[in-house]
């Protein structure tokens, strides 16, 4: 089935650890995007990819960082510098099209701080 | 600055009445508008969209929606609500994001509760 696929679904981190969530897609999508969800806050855009090996920062790029390798591969990874980092993330990627076509999610991971 | 709004943080039905959530946006150009619907703990799916031609627009699982220019708003709305509705759903619009293309802004969601 044609998708995206997030992994894990949950996920611990250490103080003053990085952590790599992994998000892959089949659906042939030139972009793909990272956002990150809090109650009450709605998402909120992290990263952003249009292209293999090019990415942009979001509105809240500080303590994350990503690499695009592959079209098929976006993963994000948190990093200690990210202060606050327990949240919900999602995954999404859609074709490039003139801001019309909806963007497709996984079923996200959930990050928490111990 | 392009902004999505959802007024209600939370709305709670009967199940079988009628629902509207609301929505307003602000975009300097033709906006591409969207509801998703998240249950929890799961990622997001797409109920329906507009990008241009009649305003009303039919989704899945009964809902629609009316794109209004001139409120510029983009109400949801189901004439008879099930139990399984409940959930939180959330209105977004696509914008150029420094320049890219199909990057979505998103209002802070409205968490709907059904009564029996």
């Known amino acids: 089935d044609g998708g995206i696929t997030q992994s894990p679904k949950y996920l611990f981190r250490k103080e003053g650890q990085n952590v790599t969530l992994s998000c892959e897609q089949n659906l042939n999508h030139d972009a793909m995007y990272w956002y990150r969800q809090d109650p009450g806050q709605g998402l909120r855009l992290i990263y952003y990819?249009?292209?293999?090996?090019?990415?942009q920062k979001g509105d809240i790029a500080e303590g994350y960082s990503v690499s695009r390798e592959k079209k098929e591969s976006f993963p994000l990874t948190v990093t200690s510098a990210q202060k606050n980092p327990t949240a919900f993330y999602l995954c999404?990627?859609?074709?490039?099209?003139?801001?019309?076509?909806?963007?497709?999610f996984g079923q996200g991971t959930r990050l928490t701080v111990v | 600055a392009q902004s999505v709004t959802q007024p209600d943080i939370h709305i709670t039905v009967s199940e079988g009445a009628s629902l509207e959530l609301r929505c307003n946006y602000s975009?300097?150009?033709?906006?591409?508008l969207f509801w998703y619907v998240q249950s929890p703990g799961q990622g997001l799916q797409l109920l329906l969209k507009?990008?241009?031609?009649?305003?009303l627009v039919q989704g899945i699982k009964g809902f629609e929606a009316e794109f209004k220019r001139s409120q510029s708003s983009f109400n949801l709305r189901k004439p008879s609500v099930h139990w399984s509705d409940a959930a939180e759903y959330f209105c977004?619009?696509?914008?150029?994001?420094?320049?890219?293309?199909?990057?979505?802004?998103f209002g802070k969601g409205t968490k709907l509760s059904v009564k029996p």
């Open positions: 977004a619009v696509g914008a150029l994001y420094g320049g890219s293309q199909g990057n979505l802004i």
């Open positions: 975009y300097g150009a033709t906006p591409y």
């Open positions: 999404a990627s859609s074709s490039l099209f003139r801001g019309g076509t909806e963007a497709f």
């Open positions: 990819s249009q292209i293999v090996n090019d990415f």
């Open positions: 507009y990008f241009s031609g009649d305003t």
